[in-house]
């Protein structure tokens, strides 16, 4: 069976922990439960391909290879989007809103998304979650939540004040569920370096 593989960072404990408070808040101003049900908080690093099981161990060498070579680096998250017309939306079929903190782009990062972009290339594409211009995000509400808890998040999140760096060392790789709705699990884990 064919499953989709999107590539993610995780974060450490603490800031997982106030993504997650942040998430709670706007499920109770918002009714909107999709991020806290069906993801970890993460950010997308790599485009999803379609994978068997034997495709899967193929990548799984390549993307050891690859992470063998890099070198930790340092993101800033901080400030909100809000997003009415969300791509996904289609292929989900569900609202088009969304609501998330923003991930900044330094040369490292996006260095390192172009260059894990290669390996990722070689595999089908069913859907490609990285386009360019890269706009990298942490998703706080989204699918579930329509045009007035859209306007209600926004205006909490007018009042709220985050930012944080973040190390990023490794990265994931999440298997989807069979059909697009429900939680996304983590696969294979890879480390940065020796």
């Not at 088009?96 to 290669?118: D, G, H, M, Q, T």
């Amino acid at each position: 069976m064919r499953r989709i593989y999107p590539c993610v960072v995780y974060f450490d404990k603490d800031t997982e922990k106030e993504i997650v408070e942040l998430q709670k808040t706007l499920f109770k101003i918002t009714g909107s439960k999709s991020s806290l049900v069906e993801w970890r908080p993460h950010f997308t690093i790599g485009n999803a391909p379609t994978l068997d099981n034997e495709s899967l161990k193929n990548l799984e060498v390549k993307l050891n290879s690859f992470a063998k070579t890099q070198s930790p680096f340092e993101v800033e998250i901080g400030d909100f989007m809000f997003v009415d017309n969300w791509g996904g939306s289609k292929l989900f079929n569900c609202e088009p809103y969304l609501v998330a903190i923003k991930v900044r782009i330094n040369p490292e990062l996006l260095s390192f998304v172009e260059r894990l972009s290669a390996p990722l290339k070689k595999f089908d594409m069913d859907y490609n979650n990285i386009v360019f211009p890269y706009s990298p995000h942490i998703t706080l509400a989204f699918k579930d939540m329509d045009k007035l808890g859209f306007e209600k998040a926004k205006k909490f999140l007018k009042n709220v004040n985050f930012a944080k760096k973040i190390k990023i060392n490794s990265f994931y790789l999440l298997v989807g569920p069979e059909d697009l709705n429900g939680k996304f699990e983590e696969c294979m884990k890879f480390d940065f370096g020796e």
